[in-house]
């Protein structure tokens, strides 16, 4: 239970860096060799490449990446007790739009908890 928390406020304190606008909040619950796959095939490897995609985002337009992830869309299994995937609806702050579902591998690596693989789903209508 205690670990499930820390997941859940990893995923937490992403959406609500991603409100702020705040790139090193959203790479920071990121390992450093933390690696993303977007919708578009596109692989993200490392923190480097995860900041430069989200300040690519942000620099579009305040608030471009501000989202929620429902807490009841958070489903958690332990794959191992250091290993953890992670099924996770985003939705835009607005309300509108579709839901995304976001795939995420968390791992405990020296005691910490982090997000090691993301993987963007389809847009669910």
């Given at each position: 239970?205690a670990d499930?928390?820390?997941?859940?406020?990893?995923?937490?304190?992403?959406?609500?860096?991603?409100?702020?606008?705040?790139?090193?909040?959203?790479?920071?619950?990121?390992?450093?060799?933390?690696?993303?796959?977007?919708d578009?095939?596109?692989?993200?490897?490392g923190?480097?490449?995860?900041?430069?995609?989200?300040?690519?985002?942000?620099?579009?337009?305040?608030?471009?990446?501000?989202?929620?992830?429902p807490?009841?869309?958070?489903?958690i299994?332990?794959?191992?007790?250091?290993?953890?995937?992670?099924?996770?609806?985003?939705?835009?702050?607005?309300?509108?739009?579709?839901?995304?579902?976001?795939?995420?591998?968390?791992?405990?690596?020296?005691?910490?908890?982090?997000?090691?693989?993301?993987?963007?789903?389809?847009?669910?209508?």
């Amino acid at each position: 239970p205690a670990d499930e928390q820390v997941i859940r406020q990893l995923v937490a304190t992403h959406a609500s860096s991603a409100q702020a606008d705040d790139v090193a909040g959203m790479v920071g619950t990121m390992h450093p060799d933390a690696d993303t796959r977007l919708d578009n095939g596109r692989f993200l490897v490392g923190s480097e490449e995860n900041t430069q995609f989200f300040q690519l985002v942000v620099s579009g337009g305040p608030n471009r990446l501000a989202h929620v992830h429902p807490d009841e869309s958070i489903r958690i299994r332990f794959l191992q007790q250091d290993v953890a995937f992670v099924d996770v609806d985003s939705v835009s702050m607005s309300g509108s739009g579709p839901r995304t579902p976001y795939f995420l591998v968390a791992t405990k690596v020296e005691n910490e908890w982090g997000i090691a693989v993301v993987r963007n789903g389809p847009d669910l209508e």
